[in-house]
């Protein structure tokens, strides 16, 4: 099958147009439906790595470290999230704790660890192996994760456990803070502009090599 790189389809009603040359945070929208077709993402993609990497670094640290620290009477009991998962399935209720870590951990890690390997070797005008299966299972694993979610049980569940001890929030809680908003960055970049980008730079090379032919 033939490559039209000059042609754009609508992902929603699937009109075709020629791509259009975008300028700086130009967006171009299908003038049948409205929906986004392409837009100009400038640097973005380079600053995504690093903002990858962060989040790796502060997802373990989230799980790594106690969410929280409660004190009452004279006696102290903290846990991490694997922690909860485990007493969770200690106490019966082994749905949720599979539920809390395919939504909290699985799905989370395998966004970032799939967008990790996609933008190492992008940068370096190599397209990795398995990159098409990898691209669909980020979008796949898109919609599960959350941690956002997450976040905000705890926010409430300790704001009601203040009123009966006290609740000394751990470094995991601030990690998993500053995770949500990484996370919300990162996860909000399409990943079919990563495709974009790719066939642009594998374009350019195979025309770097025919010239050098």
Not at 95 to 108: D, G, H, K, S
Not at 148 to 177: D, H, Q, R, Y
Not at 179 to 186: G, I, N, R
Request: charged residues 20%.
């Amino acid at each position: 099958m033939q490559k039209r790189p000059d042609l754009i389809v609508c992902e929603e009603c699937d009109a075709v147009y020629h791509r259009p040359r975008l300028g700086r945070c130009e967006i171009a929208r299908c003038q049948r439906c409205n929906a986004e077709l392409d837009r100009d993402t400038g640097n973005r993609l380079e600053r995504l790595l690093p903002l990858t990497v962060g989040a790796l670094v502060l997802f373990v640290i989230a799980n790594v470290f106690p969410i929280v620290t409660i004190e009452l009477q004279g006696l102290s009991s903290d846990t991490t999230l694997i922690g909860a998962v485990m007493a969770l399935a200690r106490d019966g209720m082994s749905e949720v704790a599979l539920l809390v870590t395919a939504t909290t951990l699985l799905f989370p890690l395998i966004q970032m660890l799939v967008l990790f390997y996609l933008l190492l070797p992008s940068s370096r005008l190599e397209r990795p192996p398995g990159f098409v299966l990898l691209l669909r299972l980020m979008q796949a694993a898109r919609p599960w994760g959350m941690i956002e979610v997450f976040m905000l049980g705890i926010l409430v569940a300790l704001i009601k456990l203040s009123n009966m001890a006290e609740v000394i929030p751990g470094p995991a809680l601030w990690s998993f803070g500053a995770l949500t908003v990484l996370l919300t960055v990162v996860v909000s970049f399409n990943p079919r502009y990563i495709w974009h980008i790719c066939e642009q730079k594998q374009a350019l090379r195979d025309e770097v090599r025919e010239h050098s032919a």
